[in-house]
């Protein structure tokens, strides 16, 4: 049976089953997934093929970087189809054209800076663009700062540090940026996403969130942010709690909730329609993508795993005619 996700005239499909991998191929996981100007699909996972590429009917293309990355955790398409891939166990962000030649370097591989001294990086998580090809980074799990590089790879600023106050951060997860230069940073474990101007300049939060982990911001004149939010700890008493996660949420351009998709809705309903949506993308045609690190979140919780076979770590969820596209 077809599972499908709804809240108000926001419907979709779920296809679980999307993306056919070669014989013997399995993702291990799905950290982040991205997409091209001609609706390829890129899917940066943890397993023994990093980068596997498909067309948007989910046709194997090509895969690459086998043996080049430690922890893959972080993807971000460019305007020219670059892909910027932030390694969070090589602690170094890189870029490199569709077919995976290297193009840019920033980091130094397996050469971390120091815990908390807010020097890049140490175990960076993500990468976002802006209208100017300045490339931010959110850096992230040994550190409490983004970073704002030139296009060349050249350290222009940085801001951020531990804390709870307004430009202070509790886990820098994700970011991205829109047309006008904004940027919008997923400070996880704050539960909220915080919104600077280019400069690192606090300019507000949206809160309402538990836990944001995917972030992806689609369209330009209506957009739309798609926050991927993680439910409870393993070791919180709340895990199996209702209205918190694991769930997908739509947001406008000012922050305000349109939809949240696979929340558990009342205390009988016990299942999410997602482990740990850490990678959300958008196709031209309003279809979600949505990678999960579910072999890490489900061993967490004490599930047996078969060794030889991944749980769901990539879905698709395919729009019905009432959603409207931005």
């Known amino acids: 049976m077809t599972a499908v996700l709804e809240d108000g005239p926001f419907r979709y499909r779920v296809d679980a089953t999307w993306g056919r991998l070669p014989d013997g191929w399995r993702y291990g996981e799905v950290a982040a997934v ?16 990093p980068m596997i590429v498909f067309d948007r009917d989910g046709n194997f293309l090509r895969s690459w970087g086998e043996g080049l990355f ?5 993807l971000h398409v460019g305007p020219d189809d670059s892909l910027y891939c932030t390694d969070e166990g090589d602690h170094t962000v890189r870029r490199f054209s569709p077919d995976g030649r290297l193009e840019l370097e920033i980091g130094v591989p397996g050469a ?5 001294s807010g020097d890049p990086f140490h175990r960076c998580t993500h990468t976002a663009l802006s209208p100017a090809l300045d490339i931010y980074v959110a850096d992230g799990y040994g550190n409490a700062r983004v970073h704002k590089y030139a296009p060349n790879g050249k350290l222009l600023a940085s801001w951020g540090k531990p804390g ?8 820098v997860h994700n970011v991205c940026c829109d047309g006008d230069g904004w940027v919008y940073v997923a400070d996880r474990e704050n539960h909220r996403i915080q919104v600077f101007d280019g400069n690192g300049a606090y300019a507000g939060q949206w809160n309402n969130l538990h836990r944001p982990c995917g972030l992806c911001l689609h369209g330009m004149k209506n957009p739309r942010f798609y926050v991927g939010e993680l439910g ?10 209702p209205g918190i996660g694991p769930r997908l949420s739509i947001m406008d351009g000012q922050g ?24 959300v993308a958008v196709d031209s045609q309003g279809a ?31 729009p019905e005619p009432t959603v409207g596209l931005s």
Request: aromatic share 8%; glycine share 10%.
């Open 34 to 49: 991205g997409v091209d100007s001609k609706d390829n699909v890129y899917v940066f996972a943890r397993g023994d093929h």
């Open 70 to 74: 430690r922890q893959p955790h972080g």
């Open 112 to 116: 971390p800076a120091p815990v908390l």
């Open 164 to 171: 709870t106050a307004p430009g202070e951060f509790n886990i």
């Open 232 to 241: 409870p700890g393993v070791q919180f008493s709340n895990r199996d709690w």
């Open 256 to 279: 305000r909730l349109l939809a949240r998709l696979g929340d558990r809705r009342s205390p009988t309903v016990r299942d999410s329609a997602f482990t740990s949506p850490h990678g």
């Open 288 to 318: 979600i993508y949505v990678g999960e690190v579910a072999r890490t979140t489900l061993r967490g919780r004490g599930v047996a795993l078969d060794p030889d076979e991944d749980p769901v770590c990539l879905q698709k969820l395919i």
